[in-house]
């Protein structure tokens, strides 16, 4: 009997997918193309000034802890002396690291985490318009809760973002699956009829 209910399932799955595909595609021209564009992964993030980094050297305890990245990207680090973190992801910047304090110290092994990312901004039509604490996982919708929800005048089609708080704002649909980065700027704007 369960072989003949797979397929079956199998069947109202995949139209299920297409549907939803479909309906993606006809949102907006600009929608789909914005969405591919966002990146996958927090791990894939460059740092930036003010984020916060944890900086573990094996068998160093006097190098190994949290340092802020300075406004001008830099980071300061004993034996190591300044080290460019900003514009690098977590890898390149180990290896960066490793490669000053290989001269001095055997085999340095490295490892970075992120403490705390900068913050997010959300302005417009919400409830409570500011600056609040990026978490991984993010997504316009979550970051709307978060300022306390939108206003009656919002439009709840799209938003505007601007990635990184640098750039021109780009419009992306209202969805669950548009992200929130660390440094983004996004406007919930108001609707006109």
């Not at 939803?20 to 021209?29: D, K, N, R, T, V």
């Not at 690291?97 to 110290?105: N, S």
């Not at 206003?151 to 548009?178: C, S, W």
């Amino acid at each position: 009997m369960f072989g003949r209910i797979f397929p079956v399932i199998f069947v109202i799955l995949s139209l299920a997918a297409v549907s939803c595909s479909s309906s993606w595609e006809g949102a907006s021209p600009d929608a789909s193309r914005n969405a591919a564009e966002d990146p996958v992964r927090v791990e894939d993030f460059r740092l930036s000034p003010g984020d916060k980094i944890h900086l573990t050297v094996f068998n160093e305890t006097e190098i190994t802890g949290d340092y802020e990245i300075d406004p001008e990207g830099l980071i300061s680090v004993p034996l190591a002396g300044v080290v460019k973190a900003g514009g690098l992801r977590k890898l390149e910047l180990e290896k960066a690291l490793a490669e000053k304090l290989g001269g001095l110290l055997n085999v340095p092994r490295i490892t970075i985490s992120v403490v705390s990312f900068r913050p997010f901004y959300i302005l417009g039509e919400v409830e409570k318009p500011g600056e609040y604490e990026f978490r991984t996982g993010l997504n316009v919708i979550s970051a709307m809760s978060i300022a306390g929800g939108a206003t009656y005048r919002a439009n709840k089609g799209h938003v505007l973002i601007q990635r990184g708080g640098t750039g021109d704002f780009k419009e992306y649909p209202m969805l669950p699956t548009i992200k929130v980065y660390p440094g983004d700027l996004v406007k919930v704007p108001e609707r006109f009829f």
